[in-house]
């Protein structure tokens, strides 16, 4: 996996191929480190009827192990019944806080009730209980859905275990694919498939659109998708470079890079398209674009100082500001969803690291422990870090809690996997 620095640019000609479904191993989960603080919980195998095709509860057992929040206590293989009630005591004894139970069962449609019980073994009393109708193709959707309420009831924050992905995946010298995956990297679908680069895929505030940059027409050009029809069109397709895009909150406008006086700079655009306003101005260059929440500023990189750092500027256009000083080198700055933190890449004793940095008191930590880390978002919960890096000469994606106790590595996918996003909550 190449290192995509501020300077760097990409490949010509390109061409689109018809995306039928993948049909590719999922990705495999490494969990490194533990949360400050864990809570005990055992996950009952669910009662199963009708055969259903994934097995639910052990997927929810993933997801809340994977955050790194709760310990496991073995609740063994055989199913709990919804009568007799459980001995809640008894579990408490055998060290679990709480008690997690289901069943999954077949209807006549076809379709699969999945019902979940979350009991409190402290206070011997159930705290959450609720039930989906899903088709067999959505039964993984309703198992991080009922890990996501478990994670909210437990911990106060919501879960971003049935959020969504994105990433590039380059499986060859010329063959690209844009996927789409749950949070935890499985399932995935290729959006799209190109034999020329596909770089900065960028999610819309409400997660029904992607923007990014494909070379297919031989210079860098940005487009807009739609997920839910396919379609798509060029959005940026002016003389020189067109990069970097990034959706505004109110998904009426993207701020992307252009090359249009000859240096890049950054440039607000109509998500309808449209003549470009222009934000920078410096005879440097300044890319990689990303809004606040509030919508009312931009963070970007620039070497107008001599070398890439993040800088803040508030909109329409204004004196930006500078936000990063620990290092020589920090680019690819995102804001947390609360606009209270922000992640970057910087180099630090030659090592490209993830940094997670709070804006109000300016405390800098690096949260990951690769060297070689690119592209990181915030999860829309705001309590990880997904990003790229490369493991063995090829990339694979990875996470990190926002204090680098908890880390994850998905790997799997056969190629480079770069370039990665993390969606919104989905309405």
Known sequence: MQRRTLLQALGTAGALSAVPPLARAQLRVEISGVGSQQFPIA?????????????????????????GMFRLIDAGTAPLPDNPAPDLAAWRARGADALAMGT????????????????????TKQVEGLSYVVPAADLRTAAHKIADRIYERLTGV????????????????????LQIADADGA??????????????????????????????SRKPVVYVHTLATGQRRALANFQGSNSAPAWAPDGRTLAVALTLTGNTQIYLLDANGGNPSRVTRTAGIDTEPAFAPDGKTLYFTSDRGGGPQIYRVALP???????????????????????????????????????????ASGQETTVSDTTRDESPSFAPNGRQVLYATELGGRGVLATAAIDG???????G????????AWGPFLK
């Open 405 to 411: 106790r908890v880390r994850t590595r998905l790997a």
């Open 158 to 177: 919501p879960g971003v275990f049935a959020t969504r992905i994105v990433y590039v995946a380059q499986l060859s010298p010329t063959a690209f694919e």
């Open 104 to 123: 999954v069962a077949r209807l006549a449609d076809g379709n699969y009730d999945v019902r979940f019980r979350l009991f409190d073994t402290v206070a």
């Open 317 to 359: 256009g204004g004196e930006p500001q500078r936000m990063t000083f620990n290092g020589d080198y920090n680019v690819s700055a995102r804001p947390s969803p609360d606009g209270k933190l922000l992640t970057y890449v910087g180099r630090r004793d030659g090592r490209f690291r993830v940094q997670v940095l709070d804006l």
């Open 413 to 420: 996918p056969q190629g480079d996997v770069r370039e990665p």
């Open 187 to 216: 399932n995935p679908q290729a959006a799209l498939r190109s034999r020329e680069p596909i770089i900065s895929p960028a999610w819309s505030w409400d997660g029904t659109r992607l923007a990014y940059v494909s070379f297919e």
């Open 43 to 67: 996950i009952a195998p669910f009662v199963r009827e009708g055969n259903p095709p994934q097995d639910v509860d052990a997927i929810v057992r993933a997801d809340l192990a994977r955050s």
